[in-house]
């Protein structure tokens, strides 16, 4: 029986469970043990439920026991606002299964955290998405007489990266929690994907919690249910992926490329044809990490795609969150 892929002796950069799936899947070998995956498609919205369901399936694809939710729109690329609009709802409504699954009540304080660096456009996705979402907790603490039924107490922060506060996120977290007391917390983060296409246009929602600046290699305190106590909800989009991954993309496109025309390839790429993906991935990165070439790279219209699916998320959680706000056109309640 073939062992399991580590990932970690590839370095693999991704923070999506259904690209760490498809990296662990070997051709004619079956289903991963552990995991159970499904996918639909609905006019332009393709959604895949993956759970890993036990130690076997985490280890083989280096995601922690759990449920995930991806949604890939290729779509949202074009700006197209009905598109948009759709996204919302699907995702709020996804969103709250989650809420079901967790036992979470209509009557239960939740915090939004929006991780990330608003100085940098690829990682401001967090702090936008504060921004744009309906807080309430204020109003429950100052005149709960006054709040309309429908609303439940909602309070959002945006605690900033450990170069600019030189404090930990999940430190600064976990004192509001000690604080404020939430039943639930919402973690919002850009992630790393090794995927060029699903750049800026992939929403992914776990109940694993989530651990800043993993996408880019850096391994430090996460949040997660055993950290603070309280269950934690990630929701993560894709805003970079290394040059690395692209160079081996170029070279799986240009393979097939040349498939097409000429069908043998052999003589143009030699022993690299030879190769499978997760050894040509660690040649490249063997060639340009030493020489500081790996870069994060990010889509130069990274400002609207940013700005955007942060409005996308923003309405779908005022729409899950909140029973008032209605979730057949949840872009109108943000601000």
């Not at 051709?27 to 552990?34: D, E, L, R, T, V």
């Not at 499904?38 to 439920?49: H, L, N, P, Y």
Request: overall charge negative; charged content about 20%; proline content about 4%.
């Amino acid at each position: 029986m073939e062992k399991d892929l580590d990932l970690q002796k590839f370095n693999v950069r991704t923070d999506l469970a259904l690209e760490a799936k498809e990296l662990a899947e070997r051709p004619g070998s079956g289903p991963i043990p552990g995991i159970h995956s499904d996918t639909t498609e609905d006019d332009g919205i393709t959604i895949t439920t993956l759970h890993v369901q036990n130690e076997q399936g985490s280890h083989a694809i280096g995601k922690m026991i759990g449920q995930y939710i991806t949604i890939e729109v290729p779509g949202l690329r074009e700006g197209d606002t009905k598109l948009q609009d759709r996204v919302a709802t699907e995702f709020a409504k996804h969103f709250e299964t989650f809420l079901q699954r967790l036992n979470i009540s209509k009557n239960a304080r939740v915090l939004i955290v929006g991780l990330g660096n608003w100085n940098v456009t690829p990682d401001a996705l967090g702090p936008l998405v504060v921004e744009n979402v309906m807080v309430t907790r204020h109003f429950f603490e100052l005149m709960p007489d006054q709040v309309a039924p429908g609303y439940r107490s909602v309070s959002a922060v945006a605690p900033g990266v450990l170069g600019i506060t030189g404090i930990e996120s999940s430190e600064i977290v976990q004192g509001i929690v000690d604080r404020s007391k939430p039943d639930l917390i919402i973690a919002i983060d850009a992630l790393a994907s090794k995927a060029i296409e699903r750049v800026n246009t992939t929403i992914q929602i776990a109940d694993t919690g989530i651990h800043p600046g993993s996408g880019i290699g850096n391994k430090r305190k996460g949040l997660t249910r055993d950290i603070l106590g309280v269950p934690v909800i990630a929701i993560g989009v894709p805003t970079v992926v290394y040059a690395s991954t692209i160079v081996n993309n170029t070279f799986e496109m240009m393979k097939s490329h040349l498939e097409n025309q000429k069908g043998d390839t052999n003589q143009i790429f030699g022993l690299m044809n030879q190769m499978d993906e997760h050894e040509r991935l660690q040649l490249v990165r063997e060639v340009l990490s030493p020489i500081g070439h790996d870069l994060l790279v990010t889509p130069k219209e990274v400002d609207q795609f940013i700005e955007d699916i942060a409005n996308i998320i923003a309405s779908g959680l005022n729409a899950s969150l909140h029973d008032a706000v209605d979730s057949d056109n949840v872009a109108a309640y943000t601000h």
